[in-house]
T-cell receptor, first 115, second 114 residues
Framework: DTGVSQNPRHKITKRGQNVTFRCDPI?????LYWYRQTLGQGPEFLTY????????KSRLLSDRFSAERPKGSFSTLEIQRTEQGDSAMYLC?????????????FGPGTRLTVL | AQSVTQLGSHVSVSEGALVLLRCNYS??????LFWYVQYPNQGLQLLLK??????LVKGINGFEAEFKKSETSFHLTKPSAHMSDAAEYFC????????????FGTGTSLTVIP
């Protein structure tokens, strides 16, 4: 068990460019979550997958944000036409579906800077 | 939706002193409750969680938290602070109906003074 990994760790882009982040969950975990964390704030839930199904996406910040998990393993988060307000840490977490609530295990995050 | 309030965005304690970080939630139905710690440039690490049963929960690194339904609180404590405890601490809740969406507080930055 190597934990949740995220790539890249840092991304600097120019306004208007598209960016894509990758998350590899803990191997046996069937649930995967994306969060955004801005400076001085706690993580903000964006979306989550159970296996390959995206079960909640209403809290994605705008239609410029999209996420996929095509084979139920790794996931990607894409931001199109980036804006300076998108600068933040993007966190991925995974969990194993259980009774009640799952414990979510977080990756180190991808820090996005939009110039 | 759930909401979480962490009183005190910055807390400073002397090494060896009691650590008390406060967390209150808004739901009338007690949610699942969590404390996470975040070190600089790292992801969040679970300290402890409350789901059911005993209201005093023990976690890693000597931390514990007590669920108090009457006060809608889940404060985090540690009897004796260590320099390595300096970090950002987040309280989180998830709804008992869905259990999946976590709602985080704004965090408390803990400074330990030697």
């Amino acid at each position: 068990d190597t934990g949740v990994s995220q790539n890249p760790r840092h991304k600097i882009t120019k306004r208007g460019q598209n960016v894509t982040f990758r998350c590899d969950p803990i191997s046996e975990h069937n649930r995967l979550y994306w969060y955004r964390q801005t400076l001085g704030q706690g993580p903000e839930f964006l979306t989550y997958f159970q296996n390959e199904a995206q079960l909640e996406k209403s809290r994605l910040l705008s239609d410029r944000f999209s996420a996929e998990r095509p084979k139920g393993s790794f996931s990607t988060l894409e931001i199109q036409r980036t804006e300076q307000g998108d600068s933040a840490m993007y966190l991925c977490a995974s969990s194993l579906q259980g009774i009640g609530t799952d414990t979510q295990y977080f990756g180190p995050g991808t820090r996005l800077t939009v110039l | 939706a759930q909401s979480v309030t962490q009183l005190g965005s910055h807390v400073s304690v002397s090494e060896g002193a009691l650590v008390l970080l406060r967390c209150n939630y808004s739901s009338s139905v007690p949610p699942y409750l969590f404390w996470y710690v975040q070190y600089p440039n790292q992801g969040l690490q679970l300290l402890l969680k409350y789901t059911t049963g005993a209201t005093l929960v023990k976690g890693i690194n000597g931390f514990e938290a007590e669920f108090k339904k009457s006060e809608t609180s889940f404060h985090l404590t540690k009897p004796s602070a260590h320099m390595s405890d300096a970090a950002e601490y987040f309280c989180a809740v998830s709804d008992r109906n869905t259990g999946n969406q976590f709602y985080f507080g704004t965090g408390t930055s803990l400074t330990v003074i030697p």
